[in-house]
């Protein structure tokens, strides 16, 4: 088992709709958990942190924790054209010494 | 790009050559990264230093080396590069209250 898993998608949502974006992770101990954004050809951008169970917003972005599923989400509401991306989620493994695992990713795509 | 440059960003050499590549930062960061990127995999980690001279290996560190001497700069070399180290290699910093990193513009390496 991955240490952090998402599905690789694609995922396609029309403009406008809500895009969810789901991670699970395998070390219980995990105090810290990130979304990055990464567009083609670009670097990993990070767009979220939560550390709390329950939802962070930002903006048009959601992040939703549940410890207890060892679950993590991203929802982006009022989807954009320039949200098509590959969003990372990465996990702060504390029992690796806070070293940081990420998915391998899931790739969106918003239709204009 | 929170201050981080990487040189070369790109790279063509041949099997069997030395290669390095530089990250260099300008917020005094103590905690500098290593990952490669690659297809089906996501982001790994090589090798990572917690303070100047002071390095500990990732997850995928054989065949890869690093130095740190001054706090601003983190060396990653190939000391005898193979094809399977063709990969687009990022370098990130630690920061902030929940330890997020931070990801440099990242260099594409390719051996031949």
């Known amino acids: 088992q991955k240490e952090v898993e998402q599905n690789s998608g694609p995922l396609s949502v029309p403009e406008g709709a809500i895009a969810s974006l789901n991670c699970t992770y395998s070390d219980r101990g995990s105090q810290s958990f990130f979304w990055y954004r990464q567009y083609s050809g670009k670097s990993p951008e990070l767009i979220m942190s939560?550390?709390?169970?329950g939802d962070k917003e930002d903006g048009r972005f959601t992040a939703q924790l549940n410890k207890a599923s060892q679950y993590v989400s991203l929802l982006i509401r009022d989807s954009q054209p320039s949200d098509s991306a590959t969003y990372l989620c990465a996990v702060n493994m504390v029992y690796t010494g806070n070293q940081f695992y990420f998915g391998t990713g899931t790739s969106l795509t918003v239709i204009p | 790009d929170a201050g981080i440059t990487q040189s070369p960003r790109h790279k063509v050499t041949e099997t069997g050559t030395p290669v390095t590549l530089r990250c260099h930062q300008t917020e005094n960061h103590r905690y500098m990264y290593w990952y490669r990127q690659d297809p089906g995999h996501g982001l790994r980690l090589i090798h990572y230093?917690?303070?100047?001279?002071?390095?500990d290996k990732g997850e995928v560190s054989d065949g890869y080396s690093v130095s740190r001497s001054k706090t601003e700069d983190f060396l990653l070399t190939l000391e005898s590069a193979t094809s399977s180290q063709t990969s687009v290699y990022f370098c990130?910093?630690?920061?902030?209250?929940?330890?997020?990193?931070?990801f440099g513009p990242g260099t594409r390496l390719t051996v031949t």
């Open positions: 939560i550390y709390s169970n």
């Open positions: 990130a910093i630690r920061a902030g209250r929940v330890y997020e990193q931070y």
């Open positions: 230093s917690y303070g100047v001279k002071d390095t």
